[in-house]
């Protein structure tokens, strides 16, 4: 048994010595110290040895055991040594090099604009619509009856207003006031409250007009709420999103759901005269919508207009966008030209 195990002892290490590959190494681990291993398969013989023989045979064995260990032990650590240098070697990095460059998205222009315009609103104490009551799926009556539009309106046509087919009187809105009467039907004054969101409209697409366009719709509604206070409040806007005094002017105007009722121009910064396709050569662009609440309207939503009174405006951000960043087309918001987003 003394040269059995001698013999195994010098297999072993010889294997070990000779082997270059560390999985290699660890099939010969198994092979000679593994639960079914060489080793163990003689420390099992034991029991057929004379009694007194298997304490030198077993003390021989372990000692056999921790021998083939320490090589196996002292070959993994040069073997794993070795393939990390080599690893390194292969994977070496200049760090003197620039890295490389990796661009990275940024928020597109409507996005950026929209969140300038809710943080101006919020700095002037207008709270965020709730998400329940600003659907662009809607129905005729919340964009439409609530509001205060005669049964005839042109504007429920189907020319300008898109039906859907899924159920009877529901289309995608045409504007954001449908946030209002939601708004106004679960709360109750002193209210102010900004609704961004999308809007669809059967317009020809143009530089200066598209079928789908973002609104910020805005209102208050409180005791002694005046006419003063709108223009105070948009006129704080403008001053804000521009950076300065902008020439605004305030022109009379009509909207079925506010009376008086105006629509507010800023000066036309990209105007190059009367070629301006921008403005069509009048310096002026239109930026909203706004007036004072008609009371039928606060009447729909059981608020008495004897004793409250609002002011509503809607702004169309792209108008906005296209002014502070002297972009002359509305269509090169939605047409995914790389070239135009990199400049934001």
């Not at 013989?45 to 055991?65: H, M, Q, S, Y």
């Not at 799926?137 to 005669?150: G, H, I, Q, S």
């Not at 009376?259 to 990209?270: L, T």
């Not at 008495?304 to 002014?323: H, K, Q």
């Amino acid at each position: 048994m003394k040269t059995k195990l001698e013999a195994l002892k010098n297999q072993a290490i010889n294997e070990i010595n000779t082997t270059q590959d560390l999985k290699e190494l660890q099939d010969i681990k198994i092979k000679y110290l593994g639960r079914k291993g060489e080793l163990n398969t003689i420390k099992r013989g034991l029991k057929d040895i004379p009694p007194e023989e298997r304490p030198v045979i077993g003390e021989l064995a372990n000692k056999t055991a921790a021998e083939i260990g320490e090589n196996l032990n002292r070959v993994y650590e040069n073997l794993y040594k070795k393939s990390v240098s080599q690893k390194l070697e292969a994977e070496r990095i200049d760090v003197t090099l620039p890295g490389d460059y990796i661009p990275y998205g940024k928020q597109h222009p409507l996005t950026a604009t929209v969140n300038e315009i809710i943080s101006i609103f919020n700095r002037m104490g207008f709270m965020l619509v709730e998400e329940a009551n600003n659907p662009e799926v809607e129905t005729e009556y919340y964009n439409f009856d609530a509001l205060n539009f005669p049964p005839d309106h042109p504007a429920k046509d189907m020319q300008d207003t898109f039906y859907t087919i899924n159920a009877e009187n529901l289309l995608l809105r045409s504007q954001t006031s449908n946030s209002q009467i939601r708004e106004m039907e679960n709360k109750r004054p002193p209210l102010r409250i900004i609704s961004p969101g999308r809007v669809y409209r059967a317009e020809a697409i143009s530089s200066r007009k598209y079928n789908l366009f973002h609104q910020v719709e805005g209102f208050m509604v409180d005791k002694e709420v005046t006419f003063g206070n709108l223009k105070g409040v948009l006129n704080e806007f403008t001053r804000q999103f521009f950076g300065q005094a902008r020439p605004t002017r305030f022109r009379a105007s009509f909207f079925p759901f506010t009376e008086p009722s105006a629509e507010i121009d800023v000066q036309c910064i990209i105007c190059s005269g009367k070629g301006c396709r921008t403005c069509s050569g009048t310096g002026w662009l239109e930026i909203l919508g706004a007036g004072m609440i008609d009371p039928n309207v606060l009447r729909t939503v059981n608020i008495d207009p004897e004793v409250y009174s609002g002011f509503a405006f809607g702004m169309g951000v792209e108008r906005l966008a296209m002014l502070k960043f002297a972009i002359n087309d509305i269509r090169l918001f939605f047409n995914n030209d790389v070239r135009f987003l990199e400049q934001f």
